[in-house]
């Protein structure tokens, strides 16, 4: 069943009626088997109306054909506005449209491929001293210009939301103490002595795996993070693999040597 939207008010009497006309024009967009029974019909204002049909198309389940139709006053000639193909409640419809720097994932990038950073963005800040006064596009371009003749090095750094927002992420992330490799962990990155600490405002929460044999090398991890390449993990007795037995050497059977 679909749930069609409701409107106040008691539909004109004469557009009401109108269902076979309204099925018509429906059919005159939409092939003739993709056209159901009649829905209803709903006031739009006064003397409009919209009727609803359900649609059988294939591929378009809760969906619905909608016929909106209108008329003078005190007129008997009845005008279509529109026909349109609508989904309900439960049809089955594309995902909210997401902006496509929104959509980039880590590992997205292929060589070559650039993703610029608006002059805006609130992840960084300028790294010299430009006052408290709002600049214009010209201003900030003769500031960066200015700044990179002098060699004060980077034009912008990480502003305290965009660091905010990059350690919201690692932490959540698999370098992070919630990751199922960490939960299995015999003990913490911070003792590890793999573990490259950072330094600046992140020293205290994060650090950078060295070890070439463990998952997370060359990746940011939280301090309580952890993974069974930890520096001093030991294996248990029964973890050990066997020694191998010592050679044994066959004395009683004779070596047949071939004579020349």
């Not at 902006?99 to 994932?105: D, G, V």
């Not at 960066?144 to 990480?158: I, K």
């Not at 690692?170 to 950072?198: E, I, M, N, T, Y």
């Amino acid at each position: 069943m679909i749930a069609l939207p409701t409107r106040a008010g008691k539909p004109d009497a004469t557009l009401a009626k109108a269902v076979d006309l309204a099925r018509t024009v429906a059919l005159e967009v939409a092939d003739p088997g993709d056209v159901g029974d009649h829905l209803g019909v709903r006031a739009e204002g006064e003397r409009v109306v919209t009727h609803h049909f359900a649609c059988l198309r294939a591929g378009y389940p809760g969906w619905y054909w909608s016929v909106t139709m209108t008329r003078a006053k005190r007129g008997k000639d009845l005008t279509v506005n529109e026909v349109v193909l609508l989904p309900g409640d439960e049809a089955i419809v594309a995902p909210a449209w997401v902006p496509y720097k929104e959509r980039l994932q880590p590992g997205d990038l292929s060589p070559g491929d650039l993703l610029p950073v608006e002059d805006e963005d609130v992840r960084l800040v300028p790294t010299y001293l430009v006052g408290d006064d709002p600049l214009d596009a010209d201003d900030r371009a003769q500031v960066r210009r200015v700044a990179e003749d002098l060699g004060l090095g980077r034009v912008r750094t990480l502003s305290r939301e965009g660091i905010d927002m990059a350690a919201e992420r690692w932490h959540a992330g698999p370098g992070g103490p919630d990751a199922p490799l960490a939960k299995s962990a015999p003990d913490h990155c911070w003792s590890c002595g793999f573990l490259v600490r950072l330094n600046g405002s992140l020293a205290d929460r994060f650090g950078v795996c060295a070890n070439g044999n463990a998952n997370d090398d060359g990746r940011v991890v939280t301090l309580d993070h952890g993974c069974g390449a930890h520096s001093e993990v030991k294996l248990a007795r029964k973890q050990q693999p066997l020694p191998l037995p010592d050679h044994v050497f066959d004395t009683l059977t004779d070596d047949e040597v071939e004579t020349l």
